[in-house]
């Protein structure tokens, strides 16, 4: 399988760090938020509110920052649900002070290993945004 690279900043996957590059990244291509950039904005990654309409382009008022997905847990745990609803199979798991995302895209049986996507890091909402875009990468 090939690296993934971040379509912002063209790191690859397993060297992305947890910031709101790859916050922008897993809202793009996981969360699936229609993402407007605005140059020049302190934070370039925002979306529409649900009072969006074209006659407001441009306005930030009217705009919120994308989910801070791969540092605030709660927004983490959105992305895992959002895998859910794909028919993916995320599990979590905590070893020698790291944690591991596994996400099956079969329905896992019984004491077999089906195809899947890993990630470890000690930053469980990092290796979830990691695993999550390579899942939806492989998918
Ligand atoms: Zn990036």
């Not at 794909?86 to 995302?101: A, I, M, Q, R, S």
Request: proline share 7%.
């Amino acid at each position: 399988m090939t690296d993934l690279l971040c379509p912002h900043c063209k790191t690859p996957i397993d060297e992305h760090e947890a910031n709101r590059c790859l916050d922008g990244w897993v809202a793009l291509s996981v969360t699936a938020l229609e993402l407007r950039m605005y140059p020049g904005a302190l934070n370039p990654h925002h979306y529409p509110n649900d009072d969006w309409n074209k006659d407001y382009e441009g306005d930030m008022r009217h705009t919120r920052p994308v989910p801070e997905h791969s540092t605030d847990i709660a927004a983490a745990w959105d992305v895992v649900e959002k895998l859910i609803s794909k028919g993916l199979f995320p599990g979590v798991g905590y070893d020698e002070e790291t944690w591991e995302v596994w996400i099956f895209l079969d329905e896992p049986i019984e004491g077999q290993m089906g195809s899947h996507i890993k990630s470890r890091d000690p930053n469980e909402k990092l290796a979830i945004c990691r695993a999550a875009l390579k899942a939806v990468g492989a998918a």
